[in-house]
């Protein structure tokens, strides 16, 4: 699958509505009791609402023609005593319905995260980060309300139909079906309008994807936006996502609006129906002017809660959409997965080997080429070529972050397929390329790497990567907040945090991807130092422009193109005078070309 | 109302943006006030089929009654249909119009915002508040306007049909209105806390979808999704608190208009018992007032729908109010034709209160290149930073062809500075579009051409399928650090600049290249290099190298210079050259 652009929507895939309303309602499943109790909370005050306007009749009737005040105080007080009755069931009911609808909000948000937590990099590297949030935030939020409407409303007013349905076929069902006769009219239109407007939506859901993405891109590009000037274009460009994004709104809506007018539309029209109808039967004697009254009322009664159900079927439209990104989300399949009977992978020693390993990133492509070495315990290996060599492929293979299409690699003889992610992982540690902190403290930042270290064993490793010196010159020390991207410190003590919370991890294979690039040659060292005590006897691949960094590694492992060119340490491969002696001696040709003469300046 | 005075110009400020879309709004409330208007209709031409047709036998009136009725039905079809489009097309323009402004005033904020906000937050605001702000802002209103008709017209029946009950019938109205004000006063205190909880949720998810590598390298799922279920649950917990208020409080209200019922027709009672009031007249009059609950118990609503969405105004005020900290020159100075003549003069910088530039003097001439070295923290990229304004010095002066940085307008004065920075940031978009940002309309393929040779990314380019137009994934996912690095640099090279700054730019290379791209840059005799760097090759062709070391220039001189001066310069020298053949390291002499 290509990389998904900002602008360019996500592709639909279509789904049955069925299935999808039964797996979106499955959610309610577990809450059957409070969903029954919250109905007969409800039946109470609707009975209570029932019963008060019959009570005034009584009162008026009864007491009041009769001037029966203690009579009337007294039915006041029952009165009273029922709508008590019925505000303490209202009160109840409200909060249960609050519970179940967020839970269901809770859980299907978390086993949608649960589920992103599962799946691989590649997918990550496909899509902007702004359109997974916004199905995690967005979509979930936009399911708020369905829950709570389709038992407060959906059944209750589903009931009442079928009651009035059922009355008015029994009071005549010429007149009763006379005055549904719209109905199959009103499904009809309904139905149309849900065909065109779920996919207009669909839509919607997409741009407003494309904008969380473009928002998220440049806010977190702020910095190059500002440096290019660019905030002209990059308004003109946020104006025109908002821009289809806002037509995409409103045609939805365009379509949508018309529910509402059509049911009133059909209402009236039946109730034309009854009346010309009615009248005519009355003509010829079937109906009695009482059945033609009481009628009238029905049909009244009848088409409230259609109007309700339709309000509710409005919604449900304009939000299915997003319940069907989110199952979307949900239904992809990690690109790497365990092997059913993957055993975690027992204490290490950190011997790693390569057999005949291929990878590309897309089918096709070959970024590596029949990769195969050894590497014992203990060693540390440099891994030295061009950029786009080849070299942080490897690492990634390593940690099993991507699949090699053919080949083997074997961690103390343990197929890397055979054994479970979390139990290979948990022994590495990894200082990326790209240095990433999460905003919160510092010391909860080194401790990212192992979550039971203590306090004094994270700034230990500090120490070690002489991270110390800075962090306790700062304002609150380790305590000092940090944001996701770390500004406020610089990228080199960025960097050195990130070392430390490699330490704090006591892996057994540490990869360190460029990870000193951003480090001068005098904190390196120190730092170096630091992690030789920490990780005497630990594997280590460490991937360098820096000759100087290299040049003390156990074995180089030479890459040019996907191919390993060469491998032996500093000094084997010096003397064979190939591939890393010409890298070598480069550094100090370039150091002596166009030497410039001394100038006046400085 | 809350917080009076800062609710007032939080309504303000929407209600500016509400009247700017008047002519949506007015005919959608025209539609509405005309629905109400038509509604009244109806039940008469019912009332009339029922009284003179079917029971008093009018058969003839039958069609002209049903005719009535059919052109009321659709006057309130198309009417209604008006006013929900209307009310929503306006709704929506309003909150694009905010988003926009949002977005707009928040790119005009300097990086010392940036440094302390999370791009989740801000996503949110933009996102989730808007929504908030357009929902209650457009059916609040709508509704409001319904509510307060009906309120009036009955109110009105009421009193003509007597005005002791009525003001019986009004008497709890002070308590109802009570409630709804407390009601929403604490859903607007639970709101705000929702929609600050909503901003952090999404920050976790950003940060952890931004740091996948850093969560899968560690096998931190569990964790995270832990951290995440806890937020979630602060969250649920606030959702709850305000279901709670909603539901003290709504079935209070429903309660006291309930009683008010109650109260009129017991009192109603007492009177007809007492020979002050007719039977007929309690009864008609008990009618209407059970039409008056329905606007009393909706003022319920609305009040919990409209603090609703004031909380999510009030944050967003928060965010407007936040000023750039680099402002505008009051009088600017305008220079037409920069050669790039850069002068530092004595200055230092302090962040809150912290000195992290201290007496920095250098002088770079058009098309010289100054270097600049130092240990981590030591204010290298600080100092790069001063010179495009992203943060201001706080004494001496920064001159640029001899006009102080202060008195050039900003965005002109980042025209003439190119920045590659440290923590390469490139768009999901394709390689094309990518460098083109730096660029403008008039740069042409020859000059992006030449760019990408002069950053080495030619044959790179040249290999890929789609080339130029490959699309490269957020931050350049799918490129190897090199990659990024020489791409962010073809974007600063296209950026015909007189200063290129490159901010520890070709660390991630490896030296052949890095080799190159010097060679291609020292061609570009145009331009006022500054170059940070760790590695004595790219530093050693410079015309003046700065040592930093805490804030300080500690060395400055050519390379010659300073390896005869034979300090820092030279041990790192002997470091990355010399120390080569003596790998143990040897302390410093600083």
């Given amino acids: 699958m290509p990389i998904n652009r900002i602008e360019e929507d996500e592709l639909l895939r279509p789904a049955f509505k069925i299935k999808l309303l039964t797996r979106l309602f499955s959610y309610l499943k577990p809450y059957k009791l409070q969903v029954a109790l919250t109905l007969l909370l409800m039946g109470i005050v609707t009975g209570v609402d029932l019963l008060n306007p019959y009570l005034l009749k009584v009162a008026i009737d009864r007491y009041i023609a009769t001037k029966n005040l203690t009579g009337l105080l007294c039915l006041g007080l029952v009165m009273i005593i029922t709508i008590l009755v019925s505000m303490f069931c209202t009160r109840k009911r409200i909060s249960l319905m609050a519970t179940i609808t967020n839970q269901i909000h809770l859980t299907i948000r978390q086993e949608l995260y649960a589920h992103l937590q599962k799946l691989s990099l590649s997918f990550f590297d496909q899509r902007p980060a702004g359109k ?57 239109f309904m139905g149309a309008i849900e065909i065109i407007s779920h996919r207009r939506w669909q839509i919607y859901r997409q741009k407003s994807s494309n904008l969380n993405a473009f928002t998220h891109e440049h806010f977190s590009g702020i910095r190059v936006v500002q440096s290019f000037t660019a905030e002209e274009k990059t308004r003109k460009d946020f104006h025109l996502l908002l821009r289809e994004y806002f037509d995409a709104f409103i045609r939805a809506v365009r379509l949508n609006d018309l529910f509402w007018p059509s049911v009133e539309f059909s209402w009236g029209i039946g109730t034309i129906i009854v009346f010309w109808y009615g009248t005519r039967l009355l003509n010829t004697g079937t109906v009695t002017i009482g059945l033609l009254v009481a009628f009238s009322g029905y049909v009244s009664m009848f088409w409230r809660p259609v109007m309700n159900i339709s309000n509710f079927y409005n919604t449900l439209v304009a939000n299915l959409s997003g319940a069907e990104r989110i199952f979307e989300l949900m239904d992809v399949k990690p690109s790497i997965q365990e092997a059913e009977d ?82 290979l992982r948990r022994q590495m540690g990894w200082v990326p390329q790209d240095t990433f902190l999460f905003s919160g403290k510092i010391i909860d930042n080194i401790r990212y790497g192992r979550l039971t270290a203590t306090d004094e064993e994270c700034i230990a490793a500090a120490k070690a990567v002489h991270a110390h010196e800075f962090i306790t010159k700062l304002e609150r020390g380790y305590d000092t907040e940090v944001q996701e991207r770390g500004a406020r410190l610089s990228f080199g003590q960025r960097q050195q945090i990130a070392f430390a919370r490699a330490l704090v991890a006591d892996p057994r294979i540490l990869i360190l991807d460029e990870a000193t690039a951003g480090i001068d040659t005098y904190t390196e060292r120190l730092l170096q130092q630091g992690i030789t005590r920490l990780l005497a006897g630990r ?22 193109q996907g191919r390993i060119v060469e491998m032996g340490t500093h000094q084997e491969l010096i003397k064979k005078k190939g591939h890393y002696y010409r890298l070598f001696m480069a550094q100090f040709r370039f150091l002596a070309a166009k030497e410039k003469p001394v100038t006046q300046s400085g | 109302m809350r917080a009076s005075a800062e609710g007032c110009e939080t309504v303000h400020r929407i209600l500016s943006y509400v009247n700017k879309e008047k002519r949506y709004f007015i005919p959608a409330m025209g539609a509405l006030l005309l629905g109400i208007f038509l509604d009244m209709f109806n039940p008469y031409f019912l009332k009339l089929i029922i009284d003179r047709v079917i029971i008093a036998g009018e058969s003839a009136l039958l069609t002209k009654a049903l005719a009535g009725f059919l052109a009321v039905t659709f006057g309130r079809v198309i009417l209604g249909y008006l006013k929900e489009y209307g009310f929503d097309y306006g709704g929506q323009k309003v909150a694009v119009h905010l988003q926009a402004d949002l977005f707009a005033h928040l790119q005009g904020l300097s990086f010392d915002f940036f440094d302390r906000t999370n791009t989740g937050e801000l996503m949110s605001r933009l996102k989730d508040d808007v929504d908030q702000i357009r929902a209650a802002f457009t059916y609040v209103i709508m509704l409001s306007v319904e509510n307060v008709i009906y309120f009036v017209s009955t109110t009105a029946i009421l009193f003509a049909l007597n005005w002791k009950l009525s003001l019986v019938a009004l008497l709890l109205m002070p308590f109802i209105a009570r409630i709804a004000l407390r009601l929403e006063k604490e859903v607007g205190e639970i709101c705000e806390r929702i929609s600050d909880q909503g901003a952090k949720i999404n920050t976790t998810a950003q940060e952890n979808i931004a740091g996948v590598r850093v969560v899968k390298a560690f096998g931190r799922e569990q964790y995270e999704y832990r951290k995440f279920l806890q937020q979630n649950q602060e969250n649920y917990g606030y959702k709850l608190k305000r279901a709670r208020i909603w539901g003290r409080y709504f079935p209070q209200i429903e309660f006291l208009t309930n009683l008010s019922v109650i109260l009129v027709t017991v009192v109603g009672g007492a009177l007809v018992i007492g020979d002050d009031l007719s039977v007929g007249t309690l009864v008609a009059f008990s009618n209407y007032v059970t039409m008056l609950i329905w606007p009393m118990r909706m003022s319920g609503w609305l009040m919990n729908d409209l603090a609703e969405g004031l909380a999510s105004v009030t944050k967003i005020n928060q965010l407007f109010a936040a000023v750039p900290t680099v402002q505008e020159p009051a ?35 058009p098309g010289s ?219 410093y002499a600083y």
């Fill in chain 1, 132 to 188: 997974i949030l916004a199905r995690v935030i967005g979509d979930v939020n936009s399911l708020n309300n369905l829950f709570n409407t389709s038992v407060t409303n959906l059944i209750p007013d589903l009931a009442t139909i079928i009651a009035v349905i059922s009355i008015m076929l029994a009071m005549n069902y010429r007149l009763a079906l006379a005055s549904f006769l719209m109905l199959p009219v009103l499904i009809v």
């Fill in chain 1, 342 to 423: 993957a055993v975690p992978l027992p204490p290490i020693r950190g011997e790693v080997e390569f057999k005949d390993v291929n990878f590309g990133y897309q089918d096709g492509q070959i970024v590596l080429d029949r990769i195969s070495f050894k590497v014992a315990p203990g060693e540390t290996v440099a891994l030295v070529g061009p950029t786009g060599a080849g070299k942080t492929s490897i690492v990634n293979l390593i940690g099993r972050f991507f699949e090699p299409q053919s080949g083997q690699i074997l961690i103390d003889g343990f197929d890397l397929q055979k054994v479970t992610i979390e139990s």
């Fill in chain 1, 539 to 560: 594997t280590s691949f460490i991937i360098a422009h820096r000759l100087s960094t290299i040049v003390n590694a156990d074995r180089i492992i030479l890459i040019d």
């Fill in chain 2, 331 to 365: 009088v600017p100075t305008i220079l037409h034709d920069f050669k790039g003549h850069l002068v530092f003069d004595h200055v230092s910088y302090l962040r809150d209160g912290q000195v992290i530039l201290e007496d920095i003097s250098f002088e770079a001439p």
């Fill in chain 2, 369 to 587: 290149t100054i270097a600049i070295m130092g240990v981590t923290g030591a204010g290298k990229t600080s100092l790069v930073n001063l010179i495009g304004r992203y943060y201001d010095y706080t004494s001496g002066a920064i001159y640029l062809d001899g006009v102080e940085i202060r008195k050039l307008p900003l965005q002109l004065l980042r025209r003439q500075v190119a920045m590659v920075m440290q923590d390469t940031f490139l768009f999901s978009a394709t390689i094309e579009e990518n460098i083109r940002f730096g660029g403008d309309d008039t740069l042409t393929r020859e000059e992006l051409e030449e760019a990408l040779e002069q950053a080495a990314l030619a044959e790179f380019i040249a290999e890929l399928p789609q080339g130029l137009a490959t699309v490269i994934g957020e931050r350049g996912i799918g490129l190897s650090g090199g990659q990024k690095q020489r791409l962010a640099l073809a974007r600063a090279l296209v950026k015909k600049s007189p200063i290129l700054i490159l901010d520890d730019a070709t660390s991630n290379l490896d030296l052949e290249t890095e080799y190159r791209i010097q060679q291609a840059l020292e061609m570009l005799r145009g331009r006022t290099k500054i170059i940070i760097a760790h590695r004595i090759s790219a530093v050693k062709n410079a015309d003046e190298i700065l040592i930093l070391e805490q804030g300080r220039i500690v060395e400055r001189g050519t390379h010659q210079q300073l390896l005869a001066f034979g300090k820092r310069y030279a041990t790192i020298y002997r470091d990355q050259f010399q120390g080569i053949k003596t790998p143990e390291v040897k302390p």
